[in-house]
């Protein structure tokens, strides 16, 4: 008789584990400190059977919010139909556990309407997102990016629309300059629409939103923040500690260059190392608790290429605590 495979079911023991949730700013949701991201490893270059067995075992594990956006793949779209692929298959029955969120704001298709932050692009994009994913709604739904062309007046109310359609249950802005993000606060609340999360860049070598204020401004505007690129594109590991292996995304190209691997980067990397060992901690997982040491962090988004990597990012949230020894050589290290 041949062997079938059973259907997915999701360990009993899911939230009874390691994971830690958060709130998301002055809000009734609840976050997992790791959440996982599918700009990379998750498009249709990518097998298939490697991409449902990381989402599993992400579920398995108490990670509850899966990040997209229309354009991530390789090739753009792809990462969605993955998702949706793997919600046919195994999560629709759990689709009321899960928060799914997805962006539009970058290139997508040709054309003037494929882009930025019109009302036409982010419906239109929205309805495409939704129809790869196999789903009636996101909860969360982004700008990706500010347009500096296009009123912002036209881009927020598209996102209120949205809601109101019930399309997505909440609405965040990413990577947007503080005054943007000021005006996107007080039209959005003054809607009934509060933005419930900031997506920013922050890790251990981009500091930006606590220089700018970024963070701050969240809390006071009763934002959650979310952290993308928590290890760097991958710099913030092991990988890059004895050069370039030929496998990795530097070699490969793409968004992280060789340019990045400066010898003053990897003099910093190596000494942080040092500091991780120190504290029981791989490189990676040092890096993304020193993102969640902050409060005003509600999450950290990680990108994943195997089970085992996943794994590795999961075991940061075990000790997330810096001493002041620790902070002090982690400042002097990257001062």
């Given at each position: 008789?041949?062997?079938?495979?059973?259907?997915?079911?999701?360990?009993?023991?899911?939230?009874?584990?390691?994971?830690?949730?958060?709130?998301?700013?002055?809000?009734?949701?609840?976050?997992?400190?790791?959440?996982?991201?599918?700009?990379?490893?998750?498009?249709?270059?990518?097998?298939?059977?490697?991409?449902?067995?990381?989402?599993?075992?992400?579920?398995?594990?108490?990670?509850?919010?899966?990040?997209?956006?229309?354009?991530?793949?390789?090739?753009?779209?792809?990462?969605?139909?993955?998702?949706?692929?793997?919600m046919k298959k195994s999560l629709a029955p759990y689709r009321d556990e899960l928060f799914i969120s997805s962006k539009a704001g970058y290139d997508m298709w040709p054309g003037p309407y494929g882009n930025w932050g019109s009302r036409k692009y982010?419906?239109?994009?929205?309805?495409?997102?939704?129809?790869?994913?196999?789903?009636?709604?996101?909860?969360?739904?982004?700008?990706?990016?500010?347009?500096?062309?296009?009123?912002?007046?036209?881009?927020?109310?598209?996102?209120?629309?949205?809601?109101?359609?019930?399309?997505?249950?909440?609405?965040?802005?990413?990577?947007?300059?503080?005054?943007?993000?000021?005006?996107?606060?007080?039209?959005?609340?003054?809607?009934?629409?509060?933005?419930?999360?900031?997506?920013?860049?922050?890790?251990?070598?981009?500091?930006?939103?606590?220089?700018?204020?970024?963070?701050?401004?969240?809390?006071?505007?009763?934002?959650?923040?979310?952290?993308?690129?928590?290890?760097?594109?991958?710099?913030?590991?092991?990988?890059?500690?004895?050069?370039?292996?030929?496998?990795?995304?530097?070699?490969?190209?793409?968004?992280?260059?060789?340019?990045?691997?400066?010898?003053?980067?990897?003099?910093?990397?190596?000494?942080?190392?040092?500091?991780a060992a120190e504290r029981g901690q791989t490189l990676a997982e040092m890096a993304l608790a020193w993102v969640l040491r902050n409060d005003f962090v509600t999450s950290v988004i990680v990108g994943a290429s195997s089970v085992s990597q996943l794994?590795?990012?999961?075991?940061?949230?075990?000790?997330?605590?810096?001493?002041?020894?620790?902070?002090?050589?982690?400042?002097?290290?990257?001062?």
């Amino acid at each position: 008789m041949p062997f079938i495979k059973p259907l997915y079911s999701p360990s009993e023991t899911r939230y009874m584990g390691t994971m830690k949730y958060r709130r998301c700013g002055k809000s009734g949701i609840l976050l997992p400190e790791i959440s996982l991201g599918l700009w990379h490893n998750f498009g249709d270059v990518d097998p298939l059977s490697r991409s449902l067995d990381m989402v599993h075992y992400a579920f398995d594990h108490g990670i509850t919010h899966f990040d997209l956006a229309n354009n991530y793949g390789p090739s753009a779209g792809s990462a969605e139909e993955t998702f949706g692929t793997i919600m046919k298959k195994s999560l629709a029955p759990y689709r009321d556990e899960l928060f799914i969120s997805s962006k539009a704001g970058y290139d997508m298709w040709p054309g003037p309407y494929g882009n930025w932050g019109s009302r036409k692009y982010l419906m239109s994009s929205l309805d495409q997102s939704l129809k790869r994913m196999n789903l009636d709604y996101v909860d969360l739904f982004y700008t990706h990016r500010f347009d500096p062309e296009t009123p912002l007046e036209e881009t927020l109310q598209a996102l209120v629309d949205i809601v109101r359609q019930g399309k997505a249950l909440y609405v965040g802005i990413s990577r947007y300059p503080s005054e943007a993000a000021a005006a996107a606060y007080e039209y959005l609340r003054q809607r009934d629409v509060p933005c419930l999360i900031y997506q920013g860049k922050y890790n251990l070598l981009a500091r930006e939103p606590e220089t700018e204020g970024i963070l701050t401004q969240a809390k006071e505007n009763g934002a959650g923040f979310i952290s993308f690129s928590p290890l760097q594109q991958g710099l913030l590991t092991a990988r890059y500690l004895h050069g370039i292996p030929s496998d990795s995304r530097v070699a490969r190209g793409g968004a992280l260059k060789e340019s990045m691997l400066t010898p003053d980067v990897l003099e910093k990397i190596r000494a942080l190392n040092f500091v991780a060992a120190e504290r029981g901690q791989t490189l990676a997982e040092m890096a993304l608790a020193w993102v969640l040491r902050n409060d005003f962090v509600t999450s950290v988004i990680v990108g994943a290429s195997s089970v085992s990597q996943l794994a590795d990012n999961i075991k940061a949230i075990e000790n997330t605590t810096f001493s002041c020894e620790e902070m002090e050589k982690i400042n002097a290290i990257l001062k």
